[in-house]
């Protein structure tokens, strides 16, 4: 038996993506347990490249069972497309493969369009979402007026249930937001219409989790978004609606504290963010251009979902000892080194300044990381293109310097190092 979670130590897109394809070789099941297709998790595989949103990414090998978790926020005709996509490109997916727990909740047009309304009221104080309708789905489901996916399975209930649903979105959209009502009578056409299709996918999979784990099996928890996008540990009011640490895994698969065996975090290279909020290290310019990339590849820091150029900037310790403190990280996994060859030198944060202060901690969270600049100490580069490399002996001794820094910094192993964006291209240690 064996839990894996890997979740995501930075603000996501730390490249989690590729870190659970390499770890779900070794899964009898891969699971999303929070969030919803604000996520978006790039694997390559040959010639093929998968951007997906809300199927764990495992399930691009032939063997894993996939399963949504409860604490999941799923946009059904995303869900459908997405599934339609994958089985295409020649993978199986049927509900003997996918199972969506029945207490996950399902996102409508009328949470995507309260997203747009509630982020265009914020005015300049706007959070950057991924307009997907994650956050109002949350709020429904916390408001206790949600949809769960076993309602689908009672045509009649659900229709109704819809319907007032969809009467409450016009009113808040109307009144509140002055934008205009949604076509109700198509929305339920076609949303029982996806309730047909997805039916035979509504499963118990706390327990059926559960018991695969009695019986001997292994699960990869597959982290989406970050530890700095958490509600409650990232950098409020800036974050998602959801847990993504590693304790939101427990509430959102339905199992037991006891039965995790490893935490696994993902930092890139350097630091990355998408939307609004604090970012200490940030870097503009040429420096930010190296690091961002042009947009051309599929790794550039584009966003998955929603192609906005990422911000970027140094590695923050600081922020990544957070991470390992709050999720119970028991290793690393360094996504990205190979963007880091080129430069003279580089830096790395390990401290705040606040006047005269200089905090090797954050007093008070990440909420309040604006008030700080960052404190750097600087370390030398390496020229070496090291995309071919495959083992740590072969690395440049700067590389392995900074890879060491960091371990010692964090008091942690990184016991993955990816070297670019293809399968093989990783350092296993
Ligand atoms: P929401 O999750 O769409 O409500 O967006 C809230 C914040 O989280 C925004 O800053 C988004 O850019 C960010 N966010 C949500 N999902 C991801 C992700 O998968 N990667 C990176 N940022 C994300």
Request: proline share 5%.
């Amino acid at each position: 038996m064996s839990f894996t979670i890997v979740v995501g130590a930075q603000w996501g897109d730390e490249g989690k993506g590729r870190v659970v394809d390499l770890l779900a070789a070794d899964a009898d099941i891969v699971a999303r347990y929070c969030g919803g297709d604000n996520a978006g998790h790039t694997v390559t595989v040959g010639q093929k490249t998968f951007k997906l949103h809300l199927l764990p990414s495992g399930l691009v090998h032939e063997h894993p069972v996939g399963l949504l978790g409860n604490g999941m926020v799923i946009n059904p005709k995303t869900l459908l497309r997405e599934m339609e996509e994958v089985r295409q490109a020649g993978l199986v997916i049927n509900p003997e493969r996918l199972k969506i727990s029945h207490a996950a909740h399902l996102i409508t047009p009328g949470h995507i369009a309260l997203d747009s309304g509630r982020e265009k009221a914020r005015g300049s104080k706007m959070i950057g979402t991924t307009k997907r309708g994650i956050g109002p789905a949350y709020t429904t489901k916390v408001a206790r007026s949600g949809l769960r996916f076993e309602i689908l399975n009672d045509p009649d209930i659900f229709e109704s249930a819809l319907n007032d649903h969809l009467e409450d979105v016009n009113f808040q959209l109307m009144n509140l937001y002055q934008e205009e009502q949604l076509d109700k009578g198509q929305i339920i056409q076609d949303y029982l219409d996806f309730a047909g299709q997805l039916r035979p996918y509504i499963t118990e999979t706390g327990d059926y989790a559960h018991r695969a784990l009695a019986s001997g099996k292994s699960i990869l928890a597959e982290g989406a978004q970050g530890t700095l996008l958490d509600l409650d540990h990232g950098t409020y009011p800036y974050v998602t609606s959801s847990t993504p640490t590693a304790p939101g895994v427990l509430v959102g698969l339905g199992l037991g504290v006891g039965s995790v065996t490893r935490v696994v975090g993902v930092a890139k290279a350097f630091q990355t963010r998408v939307g609004e909020g604090p970012f200490p290290t940030e870097l503009t310019g040429d420096l930010a251009l190296r690091l961002r990339g042009t947009g051309e590849n599929d790794w550039d820091e584009f966003g998955t979902t929603t192609g906005r150029p990422r911000r970027v900037g140094w590695l923050d310790i600081v922020l990544l000892r957070y991470a390992v403190r709050v999720n119970g990280i028991t290793d690393l996994a360094l996504t990205k080194l190979d963007i880091l060859s080129g430069f003279e030198t580089l830096q790395i944060c390990t401290g705040y300044r606040k006047g005269e202060s200089i905090f090797s901690d954050l007093p008070l969270g990440p909420a309040s990381l604006g008030d700080f600049q960052a404190e750097y100490e600087e370390v030398p580069g390496w020229d070496e293109d090291i995309t071919s490399i495959r083992s740590w002996e072969e690395l440049p001794l700067m590389a392995q310097k900074y890879i060491n820094r960091i371990e010692e910094l964090t008091d942690l192993p990184i016991k993955l190092v990816s070297v670019g964006p293809e399968r093989s291209q990783v350092i296993m240690r």
